[in-house]
C-alpha cells in the first residue's frame, strides 16, 4: 500500500501560502457546519491527515452535476478539492485518456484499498447485459462493483444516481436503477438535478475533515442538507400561511410575489436547501424567480407530472384526468345512482309498504293504548 | 283484510360510546374533506393585503391538523369498544365470514342491488354486508392515519407523527403520500353519499327505526322474528 502524503504537504508542494491553506480550512469548517471553536480540529486534520485519492466515475448522466459542481460559491474549496485534491480518475476532466485513463482507476483500486473515495455521477443501465452504458468495454455495473468494493466511502452524486433521475423515468428503457440499489456499501445520497454546488463541496469536505459518513436520514440524504423542505425556509411562506396565492403566470399576484402554490411549486414536499444556500453564489433560486419548484431532488419527480399543477395525472385516464377530476366524476355518479335506486324503491317496494302501512293501521286499531 | 296485528319490541343496540363514536367521526370527517380540499385547492378569497394582515390558510390546516387527532384517536376508541362493548359492537360484527353472515350479505346485496322484498330476517345490529363495509372502512381510516401522520411528520417534533416517518421512503417520497392521501379522500366522499342513503333506504323498507337509532341507540325488532 503506497504512503498517501497530508493535505498541508500537497498544499506546500503546489506553493499554497500558510494565510491560503488556513482560509481553505475555515470554509471547509463552515461548509461542514463545524462551530468556531472547532476550527483549529480541522487545520489540525488537514495537517496531519492523510489526503485520500477521490475517483469520481460518471454513468448515465448529462454532466449537470459536474458542471454545478464547478461553480461552486467558495471557488477557493472546490479549486481545491478538484485540482489540489488527488482527483485520480474522472472522465470528463481528466488529462489522460483511453488506456492510460483506465490504468489510474485500476492504480488508485490496487494501491489504497479502503482509502479512497468514489464519487458517482449517473445512473447504471441493468438491461440488456449493461450495454446501454460502456466504458473502456466495461459495463457501468461491472466498473461500479469493483471500484466500490474497497472504497473507503461512496456518494452518489445527483437524482441518477441517488434516484435514478431522468433514465428511470417510466417506461425506463434501459433499466436505469440508482446505486444503492446495486452495491451493498452505505451510499451517501446527495440527489438534486444538479444538486447545490456549496451542498456537494459540503458533503465531500465532511467526508475528508471526519473521515465518516455524514449523519444520515431514511433516504441516506445527509441531514444537514435534506432534512428541510424548500417550503419550511421558503421566503414565500409567508403568502402561503396566508392563503395569498399565484393564480396564473404574470398575473398581479405572481407580480407581488405571492406563494407559487397553485402553479404547482413542489416546495412541500421536496428535501433540499435551495432556499438556504440558493444558487449561483447564493443569487437566487427558482422560487425567487418566479417559478415553482420542480422537486427535482425527490424521487421519480419526472413522474409526477405535469409540472404546474398539484396532483399528479392519474394513470390510465389520460393526461388531464387528476385524482379530482376521477373523484368528482365517481361521486356524481354514486348520487345519480342513488337518486334512481330511491324512485325504483318506490316502485318495486309497493307490494311491501302498503302491507306494512295496513299493518300500522291494525295494529293502532286494535290494541288501543299501544303495545308494550 | 286479515286482522295482522304487528308487535314490535325495542333492542337497545347502540351504546353510547358507539353512538359518540359515530357522530365524532362524522363530524371530523366532513371537517376533514373540506379542510383538506381546502389545502389542496386553495380557494382564491383575498386579494388585497399583505401577508401579515391575515393567517386564514395557516388556520385552514392546523384545523385540518387538530381535527385528525381528534379523529385518530375517536378512531381508536372504537376498535377497543369492538373488544369490550356489547354483542352489536363487537369486532367479530365486521369480520362476517360466517356461513351465516355470508348468506345474510347475499340476502343484503338482493335488497340493496335487486330491491327484492326483505325476506327472512337482517340482523338488527350491522347487516353482514355493512359490517364488511365497515372494516374495509376502518382500513382506509387507517391508511390516512399513517399516511397523513407521515406528511405531519416532517412540520413536528412531536412524539405521533415521527413514529410514522417510515412511510414517507416507502411510498417514495411525500408527494407520492400526498397524492394517495388525497386519492382516498373521494373514498369518504362516496362512501358517506352510499352510507346516509342506505340507512334511509333500509329504515324505510325495514321499518325498524334504523336512522333514529344513531341517535337514541333504540331499534325494533317483530316480535315474530325475534332472537
Not at chain 1, 417510466?170 to 452495491?183: C, F, G, L, R, S
Not at chain 1, 396564473?248 to 438556504?276: H, I, Q, W
Not at chain 2, 389545502?39 to 392546523?62: D, H, L, M, N
Request: hydrophobic content about 40%.
Amino acid at each position: 500500500m503506497a504512503k498517501l502524503e497530508t493535505y498541508k504537504e500537497a498544499f506546500d508542494r503546489a506553493g499554497i501560502s500558510r494565510r491560503d491553506f488556513l482560509r481553505f480550512c475555515s470554509y471547509a469548517a463552515a461548509l461542514a457546519g463545524i462551530e468556531a471553536a472547532g476550527l483549529s480540529k480541522v487545520v489540525y486534520a488537514f495537517e496531519n491527515k492523510p489526503r485520500p485519492p477521490v475517483v469520481w466515475l460518471h454513468f448515465q448522466e448529462c454532466t449537470c452535476c459536474s458542471e454545478s459542481f464547478i461553480r461552486s460559491s467558495h471557488p477557493l474549496v472546490a479549486d481545491v478539492l478538484l485540482n489540489k485534491l488527488s482527483l485520480d480518475y474522472t472522465e470528463t476532466l481528466q488529462a489522460a485518456a483511453g488506456h492510460q485513463a483506465e490504468k489510474c482507476l485500476q492504480d488508485t483500486i490496487k494501491n489504497f484499498p479502503g482509502q479512497y473515495i468514489v464519487l458517482v455521477e449517473g445512473s447504471v443501465p441493468m438491461a440488456g447485459d449493461g450495454a446501454y452504458c460502456m466504458i473502456g468495454g466495461r459495463s457501468a455495473e461491472d466498473i461500479l462493483l469493483e471500484t466500490t468494493k474497497d472504497a473507503a466511502a461512496v456518494i452518489a452524486w445527483g437524482s441518477c444516481a441517488s434516484n435514478g433521475c431522468i433514465q428511470s423515468a417510466n417506461p425506463n428503457p434501459t433499466n436505469a436503477t440508482p446505486i444503492h440499489e446495486i452495491i451493498d456499501k452505505p451510499v451517501i445520497k446527495v440527489p438534486g438535478c444538479p444538486p447545490i454546488a456549496d451542498v456537494m463541496t459540503g458533503v465531500v469536505t465532511h467526508v475528508l475533515v471526519f473521515g465518516k459518513l455524514p449523519e444520515l436520514d431514511g433516504q441516506g440524504r445527509p441531514k444537514e442538507f435534506y432534512s428541510r423542505r424548500v417550503h419550511d425556509t421558503c421566503y414565500r411562506r409567508p403568502y402561503y400561511d396566508a392563503g395569498l396565492f399565484v393564480e396564473a403566470f404574470d398575473d398581479e399576484k405572481a407580480r407581488k410575489g405571492y406563494c407559487l402554490y397553485k402553479m404547482g411549486c413542489r416546495g412541500p414536499v421536496t428535501y433540499n436547501a435551495c432556499s438556504v444556500t440558493r444558487w449561483n453564489e447564493a443569487t437566487s433560486y427558482p422560487i425567487q424567480s418566479g417559478h415553482g419548484c420542480l422537486g427535482c431532488s425527490e424521487n421519480g419527480f419526472w413522474d409526477n407530472g405535469p409540472f404546474y399543477q398539484h396532483l399528479a395525472s392519474f394513470p390510465g385516464f389520460g393526461i388531464e384526468s387528476t385524482a379530482d377530476t376521477i373523484g368528482t366524476a365517481v361521486g356524481v355518479a354514486a348520487a345519480v345512482g342513488v337518486a334512481a335506486h330511491a324512485v325504483t324503491t318506490n316502485i318495486r317496494k309497493r307490494g311491501q309498504i302498503k302491507e306494512a302501512k295496513e299493518e300500522s293501521v291494525n295494529s293502532s286499531t286494535n290494541s288501543e293504548g299501544g303495545d308494550q | 283484510m286479515a286482522n295482522k296485528s304487528v308487535a314490535f319490541h325495542r333492542i337497545y343496540v347502540w351504546e353510547f360510546p358507539v353512538r359518540m363514536y359515530h357522530w365524532v367521526n362524522a363530524l371530523c370527517v366532513t371537517v376533514l374533506i373540506v379542510t383538506g380540499f381546502l389545502i389542496g385547492k386553495p380557494v382564491a378569497i383575498s386579494y388585497a393585503g399583505e401577508a401579515y394582515q391575515q393567517y386564514w390558510f395557516g388556520t385552514v390546516r392546523f384545523i385540518h391538523f387538530v381535527t385528525a387527532f381528534i379523529f385518530f384517536f375517536n378512531f381508536l376508541v372504537r376498535i377497543y369498544w369492538g373488544f369490550v362493548g356489547n354483542e352489536f359492537a363487537r369486532w367479530q360484527n365486521f369480520l362476517p365470514f360466517k356461513s351465516n353472515q355470508m348468506k345474510e350479505m347475499g340476502e343484503v346485496l338482493k335488497v340493496d342491488i335487486l330491491q327484492t322484498d326483505v325476506k327472512g330476517k337482517i340482523s338488527v345490529g350491522h347487516n353482514a354486508l355493512a359490517g364488511l363495509i365497515y372494516f374495509l372502512s376502518f382500513l382506509v381510516f387507517l391508511f390516512q392515519s399513517v399516511t397523513g401522520f407521515a406528511l405531519y411528520s416532517s412540520m413536528s417534533s412531536s412524539f405521533l407523527p415521527g413514529l410514522f416517518k417510515w412511510v414517507v421512503p416507502l411510498m417514495g417520497g411525500d408527494f407520492a403520500v400526498r397524492q394517495w392521501h388525497h386519492m382516498f379522500m373521494w373514498f369518504f366522499v362516496v362512501f358517506i353519499l352510499i352510507h346516509v342513503y342506505l340507512v334511509f333506504y333500509h329504515d324505510y323498507v325495514e321499518g325498524r327505526g334504523t336512522t333514529s337509532s344513531m341517535i337514541g341507540g333504540w331499534k325494533f325488532e317483530k316480535e315474530s322474528d325475534g332472537n
